[in-house]
């Protein structure tokens, strides 16, 4: 095992099995995965790499082979990990990246080399290559849809947009608008971008504040999401400020502090199963994420990240066993079957909400999946 400040670290996600005498076995299903374990989205790729030390060690009967590695939250770097699975490790499945440019980035390549991959990302990315992504958070538009109806609850009119200059931030400026034509919601009166890396926004933050929209919409992933929104409450701001599922960790509410405060997030149901209603299909399975995950790391630690880990492990059960009809481990048959099998797994509940992908929509997720999580005494609480 190579340490993990050398970029990457493997985790041997594989037991002895004790087989019959001449039995013939599979290969090992190995599955890469490119993660930002550094870099300014580091907070979404650990919790993920996290749950990842908590999957089973075999699937169907067969040994996982799992080797995570380090994009530093740079596309090139997510190119380089995804060529080298795809020709080195003749990886059967990638997965990656948390960072949607760097989940954008590798996909041409993992599409040519006609491998399945999970994006733990709501990357956009062409048609093309869309045929072999599958992702695995809520896409933009089902979380926007929840977003814009609460905030037509709220009586907001007008919207100020504080986003990151790239992907991320332009897919969520996109569809937000989108859905609001579509739901008759608010309009969007200021529009301001950051880098992932800028440690300040003060400009953009005054010019904002001065437009004086009913509400703001902060784009930005982890604890770069306290950031911005500090600095829209210390330029005065006191109307409404909304935040992307992106933004659905515990960082913002330990680096906000105060300033976030009765802030609005959207998400999904992983992180807050104790307030779903006991009818609501992710309770039970979100309840157990939370459970594997906190007494793995410590009480409070529940992360949305750490949820799509969990979640991945529910799809890759479905769907191994099915496209190990097809093929063995290490096989084109293989690869292309568990692309058949994703497609056609029909209603699959998972901690994040109901995936149902099929051959035209590799989204999943419906609308219902988003819920608006208020920022309370430094907790989560769930609007109605």
């Known amino acids: ?64 082979n799992v080797i995570v590695l380090d994009d530093a939250t740079d596309p090139t770097k997510g190119v380089n990990n995804a060529r080298r699975f795809v020709t080195e490790d003749k990886a059967d499945i990638v997965m990656g990246s948390a960072a949607t440019p760097v989940a954008i980035a590798m996909a041409p390549v993992i599409a040519e080399a006609k ?7 709501p990357a956009v990315v062409s048609a093309g290559t869309d045929g072999w992504m599958f992702r695995l958070p809520q896409g933009n538009a089902v979380m926007a849809y929840a977003m814009i109806e609460h905030m037509k609850k709220q009586g907001v009119k007008t919207v100020g947009f504080l986003g990151y200059t ?10 937000f608008q989108d859905q609001s034509t579509l739901l008759n919601g608010p309009k969007i009166v200021a529009t301001e971008r950051f880098a992932r890396a800028d440690t300040s926004v003060t400009a953009q933050a005054l010019k904002l504040v001065s437009a004086n929209p009913d509400a703001m919409l902060i784009v930005a992933s982890g604890s770069g999401a306290a950031m911005p929104h500090k600095a ?18 515990r960082d913002l509410m330990r680096i906000g502090g105060k300033d ?28 157990d994420f939370v459970n594997k995950y906190e007494k793995a790391y410590g009480a409070g630690n529940r992360n949305q990240f750490a949820g799509h880990g969990y979640d991945a492990v529910v799809v890759l059960e479905k769907v191994i066993p099915v496209a190990l009809k097809a093929g063995k481990p290490g096989t084109p048959e293989f690869r292309a079957a568990i692309r058949t099998a994703t497609e056609n797994m029909g209603r699959t509940v998972v901690a994040h909400g109901v995936l149902n992908y099929t051959k035209t929509n590799h989204w999943g997720f419906t609308t219902e999946t988003g819920l608006v999580l208020k920022v309370v005494n430094g907790d989560w609480k769930i609007e109605p």
């Open 115 to 121: 491998t399945v991959q999970f994006s733990f990302s």
């Open 232 to 249: 829209i409450v210390e330029r005065g701001y006191k109307g409404k400020i909304y935040q992307t599922h992106a933004a659905a960790t």
């Open 260 to 287: 976030v405060e009765g802030a609005y997030v959207v998400s999904g149901p992983a992180v807050i199963p104790e307030q779903l209603a006991a009818d609501h299909p992710s309770k039970a399975v979100a309840q």
């Open 1 to 64: 095992m190579q340490a993990r400040t050398h970029g990457f670290f493997r985790l041997a996600l594989a037991a002895t099995l004790a087989t019959l005498a001449g039995t013939p076995a599979w290969a090992d299903i190995t599955i890469g995965i490119s993660l930002p374990l550094t870099g300014p989205a580091s907070g979404l790729g650990i919790p993920v790499a996290n749950y990842i030390k908590l999957w089973p060690t075999t699937i169907a009967g067969e040994k996982l």
């Open 166 to 175: 790239d992907a991320y931030g332009e897919s969520w400026l996109k569809d």
